[in-house]
């Protein structure tokens, strides 16, 4: 009796997920906010291509937008301070740069913990001693590592440069539900559209030191093109090594295609 009963439970199952997925409708219903979220735009820098280079009087400016603006609430753990030296600063000047940060220490006499002035060894450390400060001066948001950003998010440099420099205020048509709420801001660039980060730079927040007009725009050119190089600082030498074994494999198979040439040619020896 058992059995006949199971199996009539079993069946009554299965009816009941076939029904349900037959009634089912498939069509998704497609999502308000996908009209309002714009493509990055285009950011053309001067390590792009096949034969890249490092614009250093750029990424000194994005360095100095990083140190001034993006660092009260950024962390760039994985540079260190010596790494800033192939931006074109000399030994004295890195070592003047780490000593303007403090990073922490452990008291040799009290062995609490304490601050110290940076070495070039050091990393750039992070302006919160966890991740409860960050959470809690953001909307419950932490500001994420900015080391890989570039690599790290889907548009890479182009989605970057268009988040920072592309906040607005909301159009007249956006929908009740898609207004930002409180402590959030409107960027058509970001996915969701509302981000707890509120508008990082404005005109003339830097002094460039080459004498370059720090608009908006600029800085967010200059500041994007320095995390592209922290994200992965050997691209120029890794692409000259590639040309070079191109080149190298290039004259091998020529070598060896004329060599094998010369001994099956039908000569007399």
């Given at each position: 009796?058992v059995r006949p009963l199971?199996?009539?439970?079993g069946l009554?199952f299965i009816?009941?997920?076939v029904?349900a997925?037959l009634t089912?409708?498939l069509k998704?219903?497609p999502?308000v906010?996908?009209?309002f ?5 285009k950011?053309?820098?001067?390590s792009?291509?096949i034969t890249?280079?490092w614009?250093l009087?750029?990424?000194q400016?994005?360095m100095?937008?990083?140190?001034d603006?993006?660092?009260a609430?950024h962390?760039l753990n ?5 790494d ?7 030994e ?11 990073v922490?220490?452990i008291?040799?006499e009290?062995g609490e913990?304490s ?6 060894s050091?990393y ?6 966890n991740?409860?400060a960050?959470?809690a ?11 890989l950003i570039?690599k790290a ?6 989605y970057?440069?268009?988040?920072l420099?592309?906040?607005q ?9 898609l ?8 960027n ?6 509302n981000?707890?980060?509120a508008?990082p730079?404005?005109d003339?927040q830097v ?11 600029q800085?967010?050119k200059?500041v ?8 992965e ?5 890794r692409?000259?090594?590639g040309?070079a074994?191109l080149?190298?494999?290039?004259g091998f198979t020529?070598?060896?295609?004329l060599?094998?040439r010369s001994?099956?040619?039908n000569k007399?020896h």
């Open positions: 009796m199971g199996f009539l439970v009554g009816a009941a997920l029904l997925i089912t409708p998704n219903e999502n906010a996908y009209a979220v714009k493509e990055p735009r950011l053309a820098l001067a792009d291509g890249p280079h614009d009087a750029q990424l400016r994005g100095q937008v990083y140190k603006v993006c660092s609430c962390s994985l540079v260190a301070f010596r800033i030296q192939a931006l074109g600063y000399t004295g000047q890195v070592k003047t740069f780490a000593k303007g940060f403090q922490p220490a008291d040799p009290t913990p601050t110290r002035d940076g070495l070039t050091d750039f450390p992070s302006p919160y001693d991740n409860v960050p959470a001066a953001n909307g419950n948001a932490i500001p994420p590592d900015l080391s570039t998010r889907e548009g890479g440099k182009d970057v440069y268009s988040l420099s592309g906040y205020e909301p159009p007249a048509n956006l929908p009740t539900e207004q930002p709420g409180p402590g959030l801001h409107y058509p660039y970001f996915p969701n559209l981000l707890a980060m508008q730079i404005f003339d002094t460039y030191a080459d004498g370059t007009k720090a608009t908006v725009d800085m967010a200059d994007t093109a320095f995390l592209v190089w922290t994200a600082p050997k691209l120029v030498k692409v000259q090594v040309w074994v080149l190298y494999l290039l020529a070598l060896t295609y060599s094998y001994i099956w040619a007399e």
